[in-house]
């Protein structure tokens, strides 16, 4: 399943959809990394919005891609984790601890816009 | 509510854990279960699937309807011929995973649904029932 990334200056938008299948999953963690390689990026949000349940192979990709991506030097951000979903990750006992999280794009947008103000 | 037959879906490969948790998710709203409640079924669904594919490469996922006394609920099946857990007390122990690329498992499934039994026998397999009640 094709994962829609949309590149606005230095950030990519990553979208992803419902239904992603492990190899799905696994597959845009390289083209993320890939992507954020070849276009210079300083920033990836991944936009979860649409993601109807998280488990521990999601959740563990999501990690991984954020750590990926702090390695190449640019910032990852989640957003848009519904509050069900949440609430089914913590009685799983799944956390993104180290990992960014916004409430939706246009949060995880102000949040790093004010993070890079400083840095033109 | 119309007597529904179960629903099975074989998990051979890991597509067929989004599969599984989709058909849990719709099956737990056709019963009434709130959008919340439907997303804790899935995830258990695709943990409990997840738990096939890594374990034992293939088995079944069984969703059904079940009648308390004055409740409704839906359990979901996990059976598998896989190799079996040979210490089960360690593996509902949290933070306890032999492949290495699981996240919790089991504990994390108890928790998600109200009632969860277990039984594995080594070198025969394993099957996780889990139920959850309407609210």
Redesign the interface.
């Known amino acids: 399943m094709e994962v829609p990334i949309l590149k606005q200056g230095t950030v990519l938008i990553a979208t992803f959809q419902a239904?992603?299948?492990?190899?799905d999953l696994n597959q845009l963690r390289m083209g993320l990394v890939q992507q954020v390689v070849k276009f210079r990026s300083r920033a990836v949000i991944v936009d979860v919005t649409a993601m109807?349940?998280?488990?521990?192979?999601a959740?563990?990709t999501l990690r991984e891609i954020a750590h990926m991506i702090r390695l190449r030097g640019a910032e990852t951000v989640i957003v848009g984790i519904?509050?069900?979903?949440a609430?089914?990750?913590v009685?799983?006992?799944?956390t993104l601890e180290d990992v960014t999280t916004a409430l939706d794009l246009e949060e995880g947008l102000a949040y790093l816009n004010e993070k890079f103000k400083n840095t033109h | 509510m119309v007597a529904s037959p179960e629903i099975r879906v074989a998990i051979n490969s890991?597509?067929d854990?989004?599969t599984a948790?989709?058909k849990g998710?719709a099956r737990a709203v056709e019963l009434g279960f709130s959008?919340?409640d439907a997303?804790?079924i899935?995830?258990a669904i695709?943990?409990l699937a997840?738990n096939i594919v890594a374990y034992a490469k293939k088995g079944l996922i069984t969703l059904q309807v079940v009648n308390g006394s004055n409740r409704q609920g839906i359990s979901v099946t996990a059976s598998d011929d896989g190799p079996g857990i040979p210490d089960i007390r360690q593996a509902l122990r949290?933070g306890f995973s032999t492949s290495g690329?699981?996240?919790?498992?089991l504990?994390?499934?108890r928790?998600?649904m109200d009632e969860f039994e277990i039984t594995s026998l080594p070198g025969r397999g394993t099957t996780v029932v889990v139920k959850k009640w309407r609210q």
Do not use: N, W, Y
Not at chain 1, 91 to 94: D, E, F, K
């Open positions: 239904a992603l299948s492990d190899a109807d349940v998280m488990d521990s192979f959740s563990r519904q509050p069900e979903v609430f089914a990750m009685q799983l006992g799944l | 890991d597509p854990i989004v948790r989709q998710r959008s919340g997303t804790l899935a995830t695709s943990e997840r949290d690329s699981l996240g919790l498992g504990p994390g499934v928790r998600l």
